[in-house]
């Protein structure tokens, strides 16, 4: 490798200089606001008014946080929302999965018309009015079946898994077959273990679009005892910033909630996905390249 | 092992002549097969197909007692009146700014950020880079707009003021018609950009080292070896990507752009589903509603069939 190189222009060093310092940039500008919110939440309310605060806090004062442990609507949004979550992300991915490995399967009859079934769907939908009559009429609204059933099998994520089945050798599903496996065993035992990084990439963006998902609970439930957290951030951001929103929903509060404590639920409601984030973000670039190979 | 495949090939011998047979054979081999397949059919049938029948609904006046059997078939009444309705002009212009913001602005962006990644250098400092870029596609949008909200508030935003001193008067960027394409786009570059990156980086692992090493031979500089060697690399998944954005043209990020409208900007601000969202959910014109999204959904289908037909023309690979 050292051989190689021997010669670099100026130029080419310059260049190299200022990509790695305006790619920092671009880091910290990424990063900022995070460090704004957490350092605001973290701030005592008279620093947060006369802003004596940036990306670090001045004074620490836990008041925000205080208040939110005790408030019970939040603490219930919050297991909502992990409940909303974990069993959304199980069905999504046990359903996606489990259509992937047969739609790869090239003995399967009525293969083509099925891939192009699913394919359609991606170019055309029905739109959310007869989608939001459907669910009505099966009585899933005010349900959590409405968050988990209508957006449970992302057509995009489908394909990418499929394309990482088809690409694992046929030879280890024969030897399976020998041994005695059924299709199940054969998709249980020998695919499944063989895409793990595959799996965890697409059960971390299931799982973030269930924590994420803020317009679906607005069409579907009303109930504010089944809020997730995001109605529940959305509204007291709308409340500490003079806007409108359902007070009913966060009142035990009792009061207009102050700046510092809207920044201390968005920490509160970004704090999951941040803790995941670094055990799951090496598998991206493996777990998309799949992606990028046409198949 | 041996018995069963002589079962079958009796059954074989005995039926050869039907089709529909061979079928059954295939069906009861297979079996399990299909019992995995039944939840995400079903799921297709019922959560996709089931609201495209149901677009129906756009062409009667529906009422929710009676059904989409008993409501009363209209044709094309709500279609007309949408073309007339004064909205409609303005609604498609907020859309097309929006879209143009998007595929002008925001579109270029994640292609050069990922040719800049890929000249760094030192690995540790790439990953990181990719970690830290990565990380604001993870936030939901209500946090963004919520965060958007507080720095950019009228009564003690952070911004507001910094802004203020720019401009030489008070800005308010959350209600001013005049920043609203510039706010949204602002947030989905924070928010995409980065993670847009990922498609053309997977790209560019597939790229053959000895290329770069055959042009320094032959005297190419860093700009040649990019334009000539690293760009036609990820010129396939630039074209998909841009098939796949014309499709979405009209499907201006809804979950957005529904967070920070406000009656002071709702002029600017309407988009389709937007406005979709208003008919129907809380005016209750359910089939008018529904009409504007199949309008939405047609034009949507024509883009992107219209942009692959051309990408295939001019020798490119299309998406289907």
Known sequence: MKQKKIKQSAASRVFDAANVLLLGGVSLICLVPFLYVISASLSPLSDILSRKFFIYPKHIDLTAYKYLLTSNTLLKAMGNSVIITAVGTFLSMTVTVMTAYVLSKPQLMGRRVLNAMVVFTMLFSGGMIPTYLVVSGMKLTDTWWSLWLPGCVSAYNMILIRTSISSLPSELEEAAVIDGCNHFQCFYKIVLPLIKPTLATFALFYAVGYWNDYFNSVLYINDSTKYPIQIWLRNIVMLSSGGFADASSVSDLGYVPPQNISYAVIVFATMPILCMYPFVQKFFTKGMMVGSVKG | ?320
Request: aromatic share 14%; glycine share 10%; charged share 15%.
């Open chain 2, 1 to 320: 092992m041996s018995g069963k495949k002589k079962k079958e090939a009796t059954i074989i011998a005995g039926n050869n002549a039907g089709g529909m047979t061979k079928v059954m054979i295939r069906f009861r081999k297979d079996w399990l097969l299909y019992l995995m397949l039944l939840p995400g059919l079903l799921y297709f049938l019922i959560f996709k197909y089931g609201p495209m029948l149901g677009l129906i609904t756009a062409f009667q006046d529906y009422n929710a007692m009676l059904g989409w059997f008993g409501s009363k078939f209209v044709g094309l009444k709500h279609f007309k009146r949408f073309f007339m309705d004064p909205k409609f002009f303005q609604i498609f212009r907020n859309t097309l700014v929006l879209a143009f913001f998007n595929i002008v602005v925001y579109f270029p962006l994640p292609i050069i950020l990922a040719l800049l990644i890929n000249e760094l250098k030192f690995r540790k400092y790439k990953n990181l880079v990719q970690s830290v870029l990565y990380l604001p596609h993870f936030i939901s949008w209500v946090v963004v707009a919520g965060i958007c909200t507080t720095l950019f508030s009228a009564e003690n935003g952070a911004l507001t003021e910094a802004l203020g001193g720019l401009f030489g008067r008070e800005v308010r960027v959350l209600s001013e018609s005049s920043f609203f394409p510039g706010l949204i786009t602002g947030q989905v570059i924070w928010k995409e950009c980065g993670w847009g990156t990922i498609i053309f980086l997977a790209a560019l692992t597939g790229v053959d080292m000895q290329l770069y090493e055959a042009a320094k031979v032959d005297g190419a500089n860093r700009w040649q070896q990019m334009w000539n060697i690293t760009l036609p690399a990820i010129k396939a998944t630039i074209i998909t990507l841009l098939i796949l954005r014309m499709g979405s043209f009209l499907n201006t990020g809804f979950e957005q752009i529904f967070l920070m409208l406000n009656s002071m900007n709702r002029d600017v601000g309407e988009v389709f589903d937007t406005y979709v969202y208003q008919t129907a959910m809380t005016n209750g014109k359910i089939s008018y509603g529904s009409a504007i999204g199949l309008f939405k959904s047609v034009v949507c289908l024509v883009l992107v069939m219209g942009t692959n037909h051309i990408a295939k023309k001019s020798g490119e690979e299309g998406v289907y």
